[in-house]
Nanobody, 115 residues
Framework: QVQLVESGGGLVRAGVSLRLSCAAS????????MGWYRQAPGKQRELVAA???????NYADSVKGRFTISRDNAVNTVYLQMNSLKPEDTGVYYC?????????WGQGTQVTVSS
């Protein structure tokens, strides 16, 4: 059974940094794309950043230059380094991992940025 376990969220002031981690387990197959999505109150879930197994990355325009996604394939873990956080970054951050055409989601971790 595939499991994704996120960690690293919290309540912080604007301008500081946070690092999210997501450890994936339970699959005999390699994870393909992995990424982070977020959902703010009253809004739809949106892509924040994604990374392929080969290291190609994709970012939402709103986080380019501030957030960095990376992954360690040896331990099936994806990270999101978030710098210069803004109040509009507030939301529940979800980890997503894909195996072939199947997507798996973590339970989410809350990030709250106060002004």
């Amino acid at each position: 059974q595939v499991q994704l376990v996120e960690s690293g969220g919290g309540l912080v002031r604007a301008g500081v940094s946070l690092r999210l981690s997501c450890a994936a387990s339970g699959s005999r197959w390699d994870f393909n794309a992995m990424g982070w999505y977020r959902q703010a109150p009253g809004k739809q879930r949106e892509l924040v950043a994604a990374v392929t197994r080969g290291g190609n990355t994709n970012y939402a325009d709103s986080v380019k230059g501030r957030f960095t996604i990376s992954r360690d394939n040896a331990v099936n873990t994806v990270y999101l380094q978030m710098n210069s956080l803004k109040p509009e970054d507030t939301g529940v951050y979800y980890c997503k991992a894909e195996i072939s055409a199947t997507a798996y989601w973590g339970q989410g971790t809350q990030v709250t940025v106060s002004s």
